[in-house]
């Protein structure tokens, strides 16, 4: 069957999935109680901080329409442009990523301090987790949104490529689709660079940390990549507090300034990054009073706008309440 010779699904219409999550949902379940798949929360918003109680995954990090192209001359002011084409993309890099991710996790876990990992598997757990914080950096709505402000920045390109008016676009659609465009708007270069700019947030679906470097997401994860990896585990009872997006901070030792990343990946397992051109790997064993140290570090920064844990008194400590991390 050839393309011309498919339903090819209209350019322009409604997103069908509405509930867009900017933090996989696989990720969050991994700070969940096992007893009822849920946890407290914190919400921060620019009029203060919100404690949640007994939330479910679905509910959390998660915006309506967050990466759809609006088409601001459709008639009933609601259409977009290629319908849920970036959330679908960015479901299949969940789908594919969630089993590599908790094998990761698990492996971790489960091996001796001592172990001594052979170059293939440093190689694998740093570039997945450099690609999945890197991710999750990118693809929350304040860089989705400076995206889809600057993506006019990507209009000369077009130009230069001979597609800088509609009608070029709309040939290249018809060639690749094999169907015509036959909306009443026409797709100018100002949607399609925001169609573009927004298929950077998927590149980790495309290729790994050595291919496709035209990505901003991709510079990013090799960055992270060349960092130096600690790894921090906890006991089951005494978990972390997990965040919406990665604590940074610039430290500086001996008249040395370098960035360090702290970013919990479960309930029992955080990496912290250093960019220290030494690219160690480490793992370490958390005790009480060190766990306290990481998690007040976690809630201290200005990044995340949820926080999340299994054990809710791990929350209140932090926020004047009476809990405490006993």
């Given amino acids: ?11 322009i219409g409604k997103a069908k999935t509405k509930r867009q999550h900017y933090v996989p949902r696989f990720f969050l379940s991994g700070f969940t109680r096992e ?22 995954v679905e509910n959390v990090a998660v915006e309506r329409n967050l990466y759809e192209v609006k088409v601001p001359e459709a ?32 492996t971790i876990l489960e091996v001796s301090v001592r172990k001594r990992w052979t170059d293939t598997e440093l190689q694998d757990i740093c570039e997945a987790i450099a690609i999945f914080i890197a991710e999750l950096y990118v693809r929350n709505p304040k860089n989705v949104g400076k995206m889809l402000k600057n993506a006019k920045n990507l209009i000369p390109f077009f130009e230069q490529a001979q597609l800088g008016t509609s009608d070029a676009l709309e040939q290249l659609y018809s060639e690749t689709m094999g169907s015509n465009w036959s909306e009443k708007i026409h797709l100018t270069p100002k949607m399609a660079s925001q169609v573009f700019g927004l298929s950077e947030l998927v590149a980790p679906s495309k290729s790994g940390i050595e291919k496709g470097n035209k990505y901003p997401l991709i510079e990013y994860a090799k960055y992270l990549r060349n960092c130096s990896f600690q790894f921090l585990t906890t006991a089951v009872d005494q978990p972390f507090i997990g965040i919406s997006e990665p604590h940074f901070e610039g430290v500086n030792d001996f008249g040395r300034s370098y960035g360090l990343l702290y970013f919990p990946l479960s309930s029992r397992l955080a990496v912290l990054l250093v960019d220290d051109d030494k690219h160690t790997f480490e793992k370490k064993s958390l005790n009480r009073k060190d766990l306290r140290l990481f998690n007040r ?3 201290s920064g200005e990044e995340w ?13 932090f926020i004047g309440g009476k809990g405490s991390h006993e």
């Avoid at 069957?1 to 498919?6: C, I, N, P, V």
């Avoid at 007893?35 to 919400?43: A, I, P, S, T």
């Fill in 1 to 11: 069957m050839t393309l011309a010779e498919r339903a090819v699904p209209s350019p």
């Fill in 35 to 56: 007893k009822d798949g849920k946890f407290d929360v914190l919400r921060r918003t620019a009029s203060g901080v919100t404690r949640l109680y007994s939330q479910r």
């Fill in 75 to 106: 008639e009933n002011g609601m259409d977009n442009l290629f319908p849920n084409e970036v959330e679908k993309l960015l479901s299949q890099f969940e789908s594919s990523f969630a089993e590599r991710f908790r094998i990761i996790v698990e």
């Fill in 297 to 299: 570090a976690a809630l």
């Fill in 305 to 317: 706008d949820w926080a999340f844990c299994c054990r809710g008194h791990y929350l209140d400590s």
